[in-house]
């Protein structure tokens, strides 16, 4: 079988979408961002269902939700991203090359939470619920 040489390289699947940059959700948005190698992987699958009835929980919580794939297409919650934005969010959050990871991005771009399993959400809530700005925006009634 020949083996493509992309020297690390994301070449496939040339994916046009919009351009973002984490950047551009600081003080806005917390960032769930999801690594994984394709759509259908069973650690991606568990990860969406765990997260499939939480709508309210995450807009009340001001998160977005990032998945970068390596053989699919990219999205935010359910648009897609271009090709090269994915890969400078997969170059600014290195992961030890394990196949799934999931990152916490607080609104100060700081992460927050790094794991190479399927999260919990009430584990993730539990994270967001203790930190400074979050607590200021329970206290405000948010």
């Not at 609104?107 to 790094?114: A, S, Y």
Request: hydrophobic share 30%; aromatic share 8%; glycine share 6%.
């Amino acid at each position: 079988m020949a083996q493509s040489q992309n020297n690390g390289a994301h070449t496939e699947p040339y994916c046009s979408g919009e351009e973002i940059s984490l950047s551009q959700y600081r003080w806005e948005n917390r960032i769930i961002v999801l690594f994984s190698s394709d759509s259908g992987s069973e650690s991606y699958q568990a990860q969406m269902s765990k997260f499939s009835s939480l709508e309210d929980e995450f807009l009340d919580r001001d998160l977005i939700l990032i998945s970068i794939f390596d053989d699919d297409c990219s999205v935010l919650n359910d648009k897609f991203i271009s090709d090269s934005s994915a890969d400078s969010i997969r170059a600014n959050l290195t992961s030890s090359g394990n196949n799934y990871s999931v990152y916490l991005i607080g609104k100060d771009g700081g992460v927050k939470l790094r794991q190479e399993a399927v999260i919990e959400p009430e584990e993730l809530f539990r994270v967001i619920d203790r930190m400074p700005m979050r607590r200021r925006e329970m206290s405000d009634g948010r």
